[in-house]
């Protein structure tokens, strides 16, 4: 499994909902919710697999957090 710092697929800036939704769903989060930016980036309540998660990326599109 990536750890935090996972930059894969590869990561391009995040500048809108719409760019942070994709993301997320290339990093094979589903049902995303509650999608805020702030000022480090975007977060957002996902499902991966089985699991219910608070998910982060930066404004760099890179995982932050995931828990």
Known sequence: FGGSG???PSAAPVQNERQ??????KL???RIEKLNQNK????ALARKGQ????VQIDNEG???AER
Request: charged share 15%; aromatic share 14%.
């Open 51 to 54: 699991r219910q998660v608070t």
């Open 20 to 25: 942070a939704y994709a993301r997320l769903s």
């Open 6 to 8: 996972s930059t894969s």
């Open 40 to 43: 480090d980036g975007w977060i």
């Open 28 to 30: 094979g989060y589903s």
């Open 62 to 64: 890179n995982l932050v």
